[in-house]
């Protein structure tokens, strides 16, 4: 599942990610992160949350986000935003 795609920081390489993801499922998707640094599922508190993942990539850079259809949501201190794309 390895590819030639350094992914060194989630939030300033989505759109490069999105684009490389596009069509596939969430699962698919987290598979391919997985691939290029560490995915852990970020324990929700009540039913009806959005699954939140945390990722970390192989240089240490965090990501905290979520799947909305076709778009990755981060989450920052007080605010969640997505990456438009170019």
Known sequence: MRDC????????QARAVRKL?????????????????KVDVVATKHPNEKQCYHFTSALGREAIFFFDAADLVFIGDHTTFTVDEE
């Open 21 to 37: 993801l596009t069509g596939k499922t969430d699962s698919e998707k987290l598979a391919w992160l997985s691939a290029h640094g």
């Open 5 to 12: 795609f350094q992914l060194i920081d989630l939030v300033s």
